[in-house]
Antibody
Framework: EVQLVQSGAEVKKPGATVKISCQVS????????MYWVRQAPGKGFEWMGL????????LYAEKFQGRVIITADTSTDTVYMELSSLRSADTAVYYC??????????WGQGTLVTVSS | DIVMTQTPLSSPVTLGQPASISCRSS???????????LSWLQQRPGQPPRLLIY???NRFSGVPDRFSGSGAGTDFTLKISRVEAEDVGVYYC????????FGQGTKLEIK
């Protein structure tokens, strides 16, 4: 069974950096891209970026370029998403997502990040 | 970016009756490999999204056959043949042909 287990909720101050983890199981981690998608309260979904765990190469959405870093650790089957220079608009639930059968098929449970002074 | 537009935004349905949600993309979703990467997600209250349908009409693992998808090019439809109580939630279309963008969601509720 494919499972994606994310780290717990975070509360950060404006200007800070948050780093969220997502540990996967049930398939070969290095075989599939890992994605990060966020959902702000009452808003839709935004794709932030992806990483190829096999070689660590990442691709970021233009909106998040320069503020996000996505990395993968094949020794622990874990992907990380680090978002810097946080502002209130970054308050959202962040999801890691994989692509075992097709794009964006299995989703983690989500991690709420609250940015507040 | 490809913009995905769903209608309606809200759909009150009677249990046992059919429901239909439309999704239109601002550009054709036909990929250079010949596939059309249009998917549908279901998000129940308080839950992460769950993939229902991929490549227009393929049901994902474990998805009941009352869910079906159709369409081509820029116009797509999700149909539920007979709505059950567990189908309450928000439904999103999603394109993964050119990067990844999502519709704004359609809330399915029981009358």
């Amino acid at each position: 069974e494919v499972q994606l287990v994310q780290s717990g909720a975070e509360v950060k101050k404006p200007g800070a950096t948050v780093k969220i983890s997502c540990q996967v199981s049930g398939y070969t981690f290095s075989d599939q891209y890992m994605y990060w998608v966020r959902q702000a309260p009452g808003k839709g979904f935004e794709w932030m970026g992806l990483v190829d765990p096999e070689d660590g190469e990442a691709l970021y959405a233009e909106k998040f370029q320069g503020r996000v870093i996505i990395t993968a650790d094949t020794s622990t089957d874990t992907v990380y998403m680090e978002l810097s220079s946080l502002r209130s608009a970054d308050t959202a639930v962040y999801y890691c997502v994989t692509a075992v059968i097709t794009f964006l098929d299995y989703w983690g449970q989500g991690t709420l990040v609250t940015v507040s002074s | 970016d490809i913009v995905m537009t769903q209608t309606p935004l809200s759909s009150p349905v009677t249990l046992g009756q059919p429901a239909s949600i439309s999704c239109r993309s601002s550009q054709s979703l036909v990929h250079s490999d010949g596939n059309t990467y249009l998917s549908w997600l279901q998000q129940r209250p308080g839950q992460p999204p769950r993939l229902l349908i991929y490549k227009i009409s393929n049901r994902f693992s474990g998805v009941p056959d009352r869910f079906s998808g159709s369409g081509a090019g820029t116009d797509f439809t999700l149909k539920i043949s007979r709505v059950e109580a567990e189908d309450v939630g928000v439904y999103y279309c999603m394109q993964t042909t050119r990067f990844y963008t999502f519709g704004q969601g359609t809330k399915l509720e029981i009358k």
